[in-house]
C-alpha cells in the first residue's frame, strides 16, 4: 500500500516538475504571467500537481509511514504526525509541513483578484518543491534501509 502511495506521489512530481521546470525559465514571475495563457496553462498545472503532492503525502503517506513503523494511533492528529517525522528526521522540524500547506494555500486561491500574490507564492513555492521532494524520497530511503519495502 505505501509503495502505491509513493508511486502516486512521485507521478504528480514528475508532472508538476515538468511545469516547474518550464516556469523556471521566464524571465520573471509577476502578475504580468496571467496575461499569456500559455503561461497560465503552466501555473495550473504546477499548482494542481502542487496540491495534489501535499494532499497525498499529508493526508495518506504520513499516515501510513508511521503506521509502518509502529508508531501510528487512531487518535493522532496532524501535528502529532509532523512530531514522529521530525523524531525520524523527516523533517527538520514539525512546522515545515505547515508552512508548506501556507504555501499551497496562497497558491489556490482564485488568482483574478491576487495575481500578485500568487506569484509571489510560485516563486516561493519553487524552493519549497525540491524540500518537499526530498522528504518524499527520505520516507522511502528509511523504509528501504529497514527493509520495509
Do not use: C
Amino acid at each position: 500500500m505505501i509503495i502505491d502511495i509513493i508511486n502516486k506521489v512521485k507521478l504528480h512530481l514528475n508532472r508538476a516538475k515538468s511545469a516547474l521546470n518550464e516556469i523556471k525559465e521566464w524571465q520573471k514571475i509577476d502578475e504580468t504571467i496571467f496575461t499569456d495563457f500559455e503561461k497560465v496553462k503552466t501555473i495550473d498545472t504546477f499548482i494542481y500537481r502542487f496540491s495534489k503532492i501535499q494532499d497525498l503525502m499529508g493526508q495518506k503517506l504520513f499516515k501510513v509511514f508511521i503506521n509502518e513503523l509502529g508508531e501510528y494511533r487512531e487518535n493522532m492528529s496532524l501535528i502529532d504526525i509532523l512530531d514522529k517525522l521530525e523524531k525520524f528526521e523527516i523533517l527538520e522540524h514539525a512546522n515545515q509541513w505547515r508552512e508548506y500547506r501556507n504555501i499551497r494555500n496562497i497558491l489556490t486561491h482564485e488568482y483574478p483578484n491576487n495575481e500578485k500574490e500568487v506569484a509571489d507564492g510560485i516563486s516561493i513555492s519553487i524552493d519549497a518543491f525540491a524540500e518537499i521532494e526530498n522528504i518524499l524520497y527520505k520516507i522511502e530511503n528509511y523504509l528501504k534501509d529497514r527493509s520495509l519495502i
